[in-house]
Structure formats: structure tokens, C-alpha cells
């Protein structure tokens, strides 16, 4: 086992050669695994909310009509239902009712719906953790809405959604449909929007040509376009997470630099006496590479589990204000441990790899020197 | 036994600054025998010695360690023959600061493979025989000059070696510990190491432990070849 | 002060974090399996409310409703509104707009 010795022996010198200056080496540590951590916390955390969102929305409405004028968007007539539903391949359709309410005293926004199934009796609601934890109502408290007309509504709380539910419920609100009418006005003949089930996935794109020929007025969403926007939400190219994304980079870059910026006399000359005393260059570059290692991959080891945890144990608590922005209701972040082992993977190279690249190289001239280079001085 | 035959050793070939620091140098070097080198500075001392110690190659000649030539040796080989036959104990000493006693005496054996215990022991073993023992977890700045001067003596005996050499010594010590070196090396003598000494301090070539002393100027040998 | 304890030291902190990993996987797949069934409830609740995105980010409705909002929403907030909104800076519009 003479090569594990021998690998020991240098990674045991390493150390040594690392704890002669033990604070700056525990600060690299510290920013390097804060690095990681960061980055680590931000690509879990995305993923999860992707994958999350790819597999429940996966049944959301097929196609979604809305209406829009002078680039608003209006209430929709219910009379286009009938000749949409006669396009061939629409199974059904329905006018969906949802709309948003704000609510002063809090400073949150809510979104009220109108349930097709399990409607509610008049007078009734359920509504969102998110909601109940903001306003502290709970069953059988009433809430107080104002509505178009100036008019004072009391709806009771019958059902507050469980707080699994969070990531689509938080701010939701069931109400029926005479309740949703007294409280924003307008005509039973409009609708917020159309919800079409369709057959046939294929025949998507033709019925949607069809309904935007029949009414030039509208606009339609289909669920792929959903599905993809979750795909590429918090995308690189998105906004903050470009400025995270290089942010990091350049950190890593500047920790690279500082080491592939060579070596200091004191470095040379005790390369020179290791090569005196009978390391070779192999020997040379081994010390080199547990240096860099020793490091980087400590850091990115404590930083992904840190990030984990992070993620997945606290709900992304240092993540939360960022996303919060001026947000008072916002769903607690209990995701699902999704992980995507290739950015793990890119990550682990992205962060140990090139340091420990640049601890070698610029120790290559010197590791090859002669080893009488510190008698001739 | 060390031969070396019609050795050159010339740096910045070709270039304006051309230089011989080694010439037409032919010489056999006995074992268990305590050698000196002597001449003034720039005589060529020093490169004789990383020649025989094989710390560099010669530009042109032949260097033979007990009937094996070793000149053209690829590194790999050179480098863990002269592990395991050659101390050195230079000039400036050459300890690595920060680090203690101990690792600086274990350092030339880690590249060996051996385990980490076994070195511990033996170099335990040195710091007491040299009465190191206290000192064994002390960084190399805390030591006073004598001291300093035995761990680098422990280090150039760690792999147990056949050859000791030194170069210039006693060159910044006091005649005291001086006496102390000259004493340690006719240790090693007793201990039937071949020790090679380049030196110009009378202390050293006058001394009685010397079996030879060979004469060099402007990296030749002077007078007849013994 | 037993100074190959050194390199033994580093090999139980990196067999440590190793294991804390193989721990941290193993509480993933766990978790992945224990949260099917709140995640076949969540796809019920969007099959059956209809509902078409993540409650997000409440601010506005082209955050909460990223994927229902159309060029002229986040204008509707306010003429100079792009950015109005803090997590509009951090959400893409979505793609089937960039058309």
C-alpha cells in the first residue's frame, strides 16, 4: 500500500502547510462554502418549485380563453361558449369567475374563485393557509369584504386549506357564485374567462385557430404554454438570478486568480528544498493538488449540505424575503426534495475543479525545478 | 564507492555567459572515509557536491554509485536513489518555516511511501540521540542557532543514508558549536557513512577525523589525483 | 500532538460530510415518496378549481398569474410599471409572449 502511504504522508504535509496561516485559510473556507451555499440554495431551490410545478399543473385547463380590449382584459361573454363548444373536439367548457381583492388591512391581495365542483352555499368561504396565518382567521370567523357597490359582505369561514396546499392555495379564496357577483358587480352573462376540455391534445393548436377566427377579440392560453412557463421560470436569464449567477462566477474567477497568480519567493525556495531533500515533481504537484483540494472540495461539500437543509428543512428562509418583495401574503416554501444531480454535478465542477487547477499550474515551473537550485543560491 | 569520470558541468551553454563551474573532474571517492573539498568560493565546491549527490546532471562525463551508473538516469529513479543514499545538510540549512521540528527531520521520507509510524519512530529516535526531544513540536523559528543546525543533521539522516554531505557547514557557526558539527560528524564516520564536506574553514579540513582533503580551483582539481 | 492525526482528521471530516450526504439523499428520495400523496392532492385541487399557476408572489397580478398575463398586463399597473414589482425583476415573462 505504498501508494496510499505515500498519498497520506503528502496530504498530511498539506495540512500542515495550510494551518501555518489558519485564519486566512478558515476565512477562504468560510467565503468559499458561502459561495456554494448560496448557489447551491438558489439552484434547489428553483428546482424543486420547476418540478413541482411541472407535475401538479400537469392538469390544469387544457385552453383558456380570455378577452381583451384597447389591450385590457374584460369580462368575457358567455355567449361564446356555445359556438366554441361546437368546434370540433372541445369535450366541454365553462365561464370560470376569478378575480383579485385587496384587502387593507393587511396590505395583501387575494384571489377570489368560483369553484365549479364542491360549490359553496352562499355566504361561505374557504380559503388559503396563507391567509389564515396573515389575517389569524380560522373556521367558523368571518371575514368582511367591500364590495363594488360600498356595500359590506360578511363571508364565513367554513374550510381553511391544509398548509400542504400553500404553494398554489396560500392566497386563494372559494367563494359561490352569488357571493363572487355581489361582491364585484357585472353581469350574470360574463365571465372572467372560458376553460375548454379538449379531446384531443393534437387538435389543440386547430381549435385554437378556429376560436381566434370566430372572435378576433380574444386571446387563448393553452396548458403546454402554462407548463413551459414553469419550465423556464428563474431561468439564468431572468433578472436576479443573472446577477447571482455572475456574481458567483466572478468569485470564483477572483479566488483562482489570487492562486494562478503564482507563487510567492517563500513558495519557490520551499519547493526547492523539498526537491533537495528527495520529493520529486510528481511529489511537488500531489502537495499542490491536496492544497487546492483540500479546500474547495471541503467547501463544497459543507456548502450543499448546508444548502440542503437550507432549502428543504427551513423552507429557504434566507431565500424567502428576497422573493417576498413587497408581498405580505406568501406561501411557506415546504418543497419537495427534488434535486437535479447534473447541477449538483456542475457545481461540484464549477467549484473544485478550477481551483484546484489553479493551485497546480502556477506550481508547474516551480515543482520541475532542479534540486540544486537551493545549494547554487 | 562514488566515481565520477571526466565530468563537466558547464552552465549557459552557448550563450555569452558560458560558464565551467566543473572540469575535466576524474575521481574516486572511498566509503566510510570522510572527504573534504576545499577551495576558495566560486571553485566549484558546491556543484561537485550536487554532482555526486545527484541533485543535478553533469553536462558531459560519467557518475557511478557502487558500479551503477547513475548519469543518465530518468528523474523518477535519480530521485529515489538519492533519497535513500544522500543527506544533506546545506549551507543555509534550508528548514521549511512554520512547521515543527518533526515534520521538517520526516520530510524526506514521506515521498517513500513508508508508514507514517515507522518514520515518527525513527525520527524520534534522531531527536534524541541529538537532544532534540523537547523541541519535537516546536516551529523551526523558535530554535536557536545549535539547534537548528541538529535538526537539519536529523533530517539528512531520516532514510538512514550511505553518503552525509555538507556543504560549507560550519560557515555561519560560532567555533563552539563548530566543534559540535566537526564532533557529529565524526559520528557519522564511526557510524561508517561516507561524509563529504565542501569547506574552506580550517576547523574543518585541520580536523583529524579527515581522511582526504582534495584541492579545487576554478572547478578543477589541483595537485595529484589521489 | 500526534500529528498524523492530521490526515486521519481530514478523512473523517470529508467521510463525515460523505455520509451527512448519503443521509441527505436518502431523506430525499424519503420525503419524494412520502409527499406523493400531498402531491396527487395538489394536482386534484388544480384539476378541479382550475387553476393555472403557483401562488408565487402575491403583488401583482402578472406575478401571481404568470402564466394568464399578456404583453399589456404589467403595464396596466402603472405606465412606467415593467419593473414595478420587486419579483418582476426576478420572472421572465413567459415565453409563449415572446412570440
Known amino acids: 500500500m505504498e501508494g496510499w502511504e505515500r498519498q497520506k504522508n503528502i496530504l498530511d504535509f498539506s495540512l500542515s502547510s495550510l494551518l501555518r496561516r489558519k485564519g486566512k485559510n478558515l476565512a477562504l473556507v468560510f467565503v468559499y462554502t458561502l459561495l456554494v451555499f448560496t448557489l447551491a440554495s438558489v439552484l434547489f431551490f428553483t428546482h424543486a418549485i420547476k418540478r413541482e410545478a411541472s407535475l401538479i399543473l400537469q392538469d390544469s385547463p387544457e385552453l383558456i380563453v380570455q378577452k381583451s380590449i384597447a389591450g385590457r382584459q374584460e369580462q368575457i361573454p358567455l355567449r361564446y361558449l356555445e359556438p366554441i363548444q361546437k368546434i370540433r373536439g372541445v369535450q366541454s367548457g365553462r365561464g370560470r369567475l376569478w378575480g383579485y381583492y385587496y384587502d387593507p388591512i393587511i396590505g395583501a391581495n387575494y384571489t377570489l374563485m368560483v369553484p365549479e365542483k364542491q360549490t359553496l352555499e352562499s355566504g361561505k368561504i374557504s380559503i388559503g393557509q396563507g391567509i389564515s396565518k396573515t389575517r389569524l382567521v380560522f373556521p367558523g370567523d368571518t371575514m368582511e369584504f367591500r364590495s363594488h357597490d360600498g356595500m359590506l359582505l360578511q363571508l364565513q369561514i367554513q374550510q381553511v386549506f391544509p398548509s400542504e396546499s400553500e404553494l398554489i392555495a396560500s392566497d386563494l379564496i372559494l367563494l359561490a357564485e352569488d357571493d363572487f357577483r355581489r361582491l364585484f358587480g357585472g353581469s350574470r352573462e360574463y365571465a372572467t374567462d372560458l376553460t375548454l376540455r379538449v379531446r384531443n391534445q393534437r387538435e389543440l393548436p386547430t381549435i385554437a385557430l378556429k376560436i381566434a377566427e370566430m372572435f378576433p377579440d380574444t386571446r387563448i392560453i393553452l396548458r403546454e404554454e402554462i407548463l413551459r412557463t414553469y419550465e423556464s421560470i428563474f431561468n439564468w436569464r431572468g433578472g436576479m438570478m443573472v446577477f447571482i449567477l455572475v456574481g458567483a462566477l466572478l468569485a470564483f474567477i477572483i479566488f483562482a486568480w489570487d492562486k494562478a497568480s503564482g507563487l510567492s519567493l517563500e513558495e519557490r525556495r520551499e519547493i526547492g528544498i523539498l526537491k533537495a531533500v528527495g520529493w520529486e515533481t510528481s511529489d511537488v504537484l500531489l502537495l499542490k493538488f491536496w492544497e487546492g483540494t483540500i479546500i474547495s472540495l471541503s467547501s463544497f461539500l459543507m456548502g450543499i449540505i448546508w444548502a440542503y437543509a437550507h432549502v428543504f428543512f427551513t423552507s429557504a428562509a434566507l431565500l424567502a424575503p428576497a422573493l417576498k418583495g413587497w408581498a405580505v401574503l406568501y406561501p411557506e416554501f415546504k418543497l419537495t426534495p427534488f434535486i437535479d444531480f447534473s447541477q449538483v454535478a456542475t457545481l461540484f465542477f464549477l467549484t473544485v475543479v478550477p481551483y484546484t487547477v489553479a493551485t497546480i499550474i502556477p506550481s508547474w515551473r516551480a515543482a520541475t525545478i532542479d534540486p540544486d537550485s537551493v545549494m547554487r543560491t | 564507492m562514488i566515481e565520477l569520470k571526466n565530468i563537466y558541468k558547464i552552465f549557459n551553454q552557448g550563450q555569452p555567459n558560458e560558464f565551467a563551474a566543473v572540469q575535466e573532474v576524474t575521481l574516486e571517492i572511498e566509503p566510510e572515509k570522510v572527504t573534504v573539498f576545499k577551495g576558495p568560493s566560486g571553485s566549484g565546491k558546491t556543484t561537485l557536491l550536487s554532482l555526486i549527490g545527484c541533485m543535478a546532471r553533469p553536462t558531459s562525463g560519467r557518475i557511478f554509485l557502487s558500479g551503477r551508473e547513475i548519469t543518465s538516469l530518468p528523474e523518477r529513479f535519480l530521485t529515489e536513489i538519492r533519497r535513500k543514499t544522500f543527506g544533506f545538510i546545506f549551507q543555509q540549512l534550508n528548514l521549511i518555516k512554520g512547521i515543527t521540528v518533526l515534520e521538517n527531520i520526516m520530510l524526506p521520507a514521506y515521498p517513500n511511501g513508508e508508514k507514517f509510524s515507522a518514520v515518527k519512530n525513527r525520527a524520534m529516535r534522531l531527536l534524541e540521540v541529538l537532544e532534540l526531544t523537547p523541541k519535537a513540536n516546536s516551529k523551526i523559528e523558535w530554535l536557536s542557532g545549535g539547534e537548528a543546525q541538529r535538526t537539519a543533521v536529523a533530517r539528512a539522516l531520516i532514510n538512514n543514508p550511505a553518503v552525509i554531505i555538507a556543504d560549507e557547514p560550519t560557515a555561519h557557526l560560532d567555533t563552539k558549536l563548530s566543534m559540535e558539527l566537526v564532533g557529529t560528524l565524526a559520528k557519522f564516520k564511526e557510524d561508517q557513512k561516507m561524509v563529504l564536506i565542501a569547506s574552506h574553514d580550517p576547523l574543518v579540513y585541520e580536523s583529524k577525523i579527515v581522511d582526504r582533503v582534495i584541492h579545487l580551483r576554478d572547478g578543477k582539481i589541483e595537485g595529484p589525483p589521489t | ?99
Request: aromatic fraction near 12%; charged fraction near 20%; charge should be positive.
Open chain 3, 1 to 99: 500532538m500526534n500529528s498524523m492525526r492530521k490526515a486521519k482528521k481530514f478523512f473523517f471530516f470529508i467521510l463525515t460530510q460523505g455520509i451527512i450526504l448519503i443521509f441527505l439523499l436518502a431523506h430525499s428520495l424519503y420525503q419524494i415518496h412520502a409527499d406523493q400523496s400531498w402531491l396527487e392532492e395538489k394536482k386534484r385541487m388544480v384539476r378541479d378549481l382550475e387553476l393555472t399557476d403557483l401562488c408565487l408572489f402575491t403583488e401583482a397580478n402578472y406575478t401571481r398569474h404568470l402564466t394568464q398575463a399578456d404583453r399589456h398586463t404589467a403595464f396596466q399597473n402603472s405606465p412606467l410599471a415593467l419593473e414595478h414589482f420587486p419579483s418582476g425583476s426576478i420572472l421572465l415573462p413567459p415565453e409563449h409572449l415572446k412570440k
